[in-house]
């Protein structure tokens, strides 16, 4: 039997190196992004989007200052006294004393406890899934970090692969899956949209034997209105489908082809062999500098 030293261990509380607490879940519910890594980097993959996606979700939906700090109370400044000079918040001047004691007390404020994020336990190799809280739209936190990677050319991650936003998640079976399908199709498949009236469902299914592929994509579609054609080619809108286990995610994009699928490493590596990269790799921009008559090598699509 686990000793209740063990069971402490077990309850203990892990915190990122910001001093703010790991929110993680056991199960996989609500809004969230599906993420595909390298194998055996399941944890370093969930650090670093830790990272990426409270600096991207920083940018996009700011806290209220009110709200970052509430009962935190501020160190008040050393108080000058009779023949001492009054020392600046950066603590120039004061004593190692007072140094340390100013840490102990910005150590002892209370630590934020509402995350953003969280880290669902998957159990699975290769498969991530981060948990989002309001107001963090997955779909547009997606995309934005595939326009920084096409525009910057860098991936700001090592192990993370693919990133597929899923808008809401339900169990695993028919009359759930239709349900979420048809609550989210509202704001995208109207009879005013411009443009052509295309989609296509991306369906990938992991670790599920209930519901052969067949029937999802065919539930799915009768759901879509009549004016809506299936493009495979090129449609105006793609359907996300997730089935892992007994867990289904869904979100609908219209850029997931322009972007390598959401795959941000496949997506940096195409836009570093379009431009010149101090690791002196040979790229069109440096092979026309040199003169060569040989055309460079472009990414596949």
């Known amino acids: 039997m686990p000793t209740d030293t063990s069971k402490k261990q077990g309850r203990k509380r892990k915190y990122r190196h910001d001093g703010t607490p ?28 830790y990272d990426l996606l409270d600096s991207l979700a920083t940018d996009i939906w700011p806290e209220d200052s009110d709200d970052s700090d509430d009962d935190a109370a501020p160190v008040p ?12 918040s950066t603590g120039e001047g004061l004593s190692i004393e ?56 860098t991936s700001r991650s090592r192990y993370t692969q693919r990133m597929v936003p899923s808008s809401e998640t339900c169990v695993a079976n028919l009359p759930e899956v239709v349900a979420m399908c048809r609550r989210l199709i509202v704001p995208h498949f109207t009879q005013e949209r411009e443009g052509e009236k295309t989609y296509r469902i991306e369906l990938r ?16 579609a009768k759901c879509i209105p009549d004016t809506y054609k299936v493009d495979l080619g090129n449609p105006a809108l793609f359907i996300l489908v997730e089935v892992f286990k007994s867990v289904c995610g869904m979100s609908i994009v ?5 972007y390598q699928k959401y795959n941000v490493m496949a997506l940096a590596k195409s836009q570093d062999e379009s431009r010149e990269l101090p690791s002196g790799r040979v790229n069109q921009k440096k092979t026309e500098e040199m003169g060569a008559e040989k055309p460079s090598i472009q990414a596949e699509s």
């Not at 219209?254 to 322009?258: H, I, L, R, V």
């Open 22 to 49: 790991v929110w993680s879940k056991r199960t996989i519910d609500g809004p969230g992004i599906w993420v595909s890594c390298v194998k055996g980097k399941e944890k370093q993959t969930i650090g670093e989007l």
């Open 254 to 258: 219209d850029d997931y082809y322009q």
């Open 98 to 153: 007072d140094q340390l004691a100013r840490e102990i007390e910005t150590m002892k404020k209370p630590r934020r406890e509402h995350q953003r994020f969280a880290n669902c336990i998957t159990n699975t190799p290769c498969v991530v899934f981060i948990g989002c809280r309001a107001p963090v739209d997955p779909v547009q936190l997606v995309q934005a970090h595939v326009h920084q990677v096409e525009k910057s050319g």
């Open 205 to 220: 299914i992991r670790n599920h034997t209930t519901f052969a592929r067949p029937q999802i994509i065919d539930e799915i």
């Open 77 to 88: 400044p050393p108080q000058a006294t009779d023949g001492e000079q009054q020392f600046s």
